[in-house]
Every structure is written in C-alpha cells, then in structure tokens.
C-alpha cells in the first residue's frame, strides 16, 4: 500500500509562486511516473503535468513556462514548483501514481487572489 501526502498549497496573490510537494510511503516511488492533477469547482479533474521514473516531463499546455515539475527519488518525493499563477489556477491539487493499481493524494488547496 502507498499513501502519497501532499502539502505546500495555501492563498497567493496573482503573479506569485507556490511549490507543492508529494511525499510517497514506501519502495516503489523511484520506478513509477508520477503526475500532478487539479480540479477547480464544478469542473472536471485535469492533467496538469507528468514525469517519468527517469526525469521526463510532460505538461498542459495552460502551465507551460509557468510550472515545473520534479522529483527527488532519495526522498520519495514529487514537486510541482508553480510561478507566475494566475487566479484560473485556484483548484485542489492532486499527487498521483501512474501505475496500475495507482494511487492518489488527498489533495491540497490553492486558492490564487486576483
């Protein structure tokens, strides 16, 4: 069983940075992809970005330039660096392992002022 906790969300004024972090629980973090997901109210959960076991990322094309993602196998853990956010950013931000079965985080809330 994996348990992914994330933290580092809170209210930030538009134009600011966050950086999210996922801590995962044991030994298969460092061979898995992980992504990062968002859901804003009333609007389905969306992709945000992805990277790979070896460092390869992917993101939406809403975030590029802005955000980044990263991932520290030794401490188990995946962050989302985000710049330069914007108040359409404001969601709940999920960890996931992308990995069958996978597993999710319980969220974290980013509330982004205008």
């Known amino acids: 069983q994996v348990q992914l906790v994330e933290s580092g969300g809170g209210l930030v004024q538009a134009g600011g940075s966050l950086r999210l972090s996922c801590a995962a629980s044991g030994s298969i973090f460092s061979i898995n992809a992980m992504g990062w997901y968002r859901q804003a109210p009333g609007k389905q959960r969306e992709l945000v970005a992805t990277i790979t076991s070896g460092g390869r990322t992917t993101y939406a094309d809403s975030v590029k330039g802005r955000f980044t993602i990263s991932r520290d196998n030794v401490k188990n853990t995946v962050y989302l660096q985000m710049n330069s956010l914007k108040p359409e950013d404001t969601a709940v931000y999920y960890c996931?392992?992308?990995?069958?079965?996978?597993?999710w985080g319980q969220g974290t809330q980013v509330i982004v002022s205008s």
């Open positions: 996931h392992m992308i990995r069958l079965p996978d597993y």
